[in-house]
Nanobody, 124 residues
Framework: QVQLVESGGGLVQAGGSLRLSCAASGRTFSSYAMGWFRQAPGKEREDVAR????????HYADSVKGRFTISRDNAKNTVYLRMNSLKPEDTAVYYC?????????????????WGQGTQVTVSS
């Protein structure tokens, strides 16, 4: 069993920055890829960023490329999402998720554990 707990969300002005954290329980965290997703009101959940089990491979949605950085610290069982140059359209609930594999794709059904989500609101 794995539990994921996100933190770091909040209200920020456009152009600002936030760093989200996702703390995982369980000794198998370092063996799996992790992803960050987001869901805005009335929209489907979308893939934002993902990172392989070692951290060597990362992938970003085009909408956040160059502004967001995903990273992980396997010693701390934590994955991060650094978000810079935030825009109002980044407003959403952000979720971290654990992949079933070591290198993740963006397919939601590939992830077997999800956090409860953290709200990010960017004001214009």
């Amino acid at each position: 069993q794995v539990q994921l707990v996100e933190s770091g969300g909040g209200l920020v002005q456009a152009g600002g920055s936030l760093r989200l954290s996702c703390a995982a329980s369980g000794r198998t965290f370092s063996s799996y890829a992790m992803g960050w997703f987001r869901q805005a009101p009335g929209k489907e959940r979308e893939d934002v960023a993902r990172i392989s089990w070692t951290g060597a491979i990362t992938h970003y949605a085009d909408s956040v490329k160059g502004r967001f950085t995903i990273s992980r610290d396997n010693a701390k069982n934590t994955v991060y999402l650094r978000m810079n140059s935030l825009k109002p359209e980044d407003t959403a609930v952000y979720y971290c998720a654990k992949s079933r594999g070591t290198v993740a794709t963006g397919r939601i059904n590939e992830y077997d554990y999800w956090g409860q989500g953290t709200q990010v609101t960017v004001s214009s």
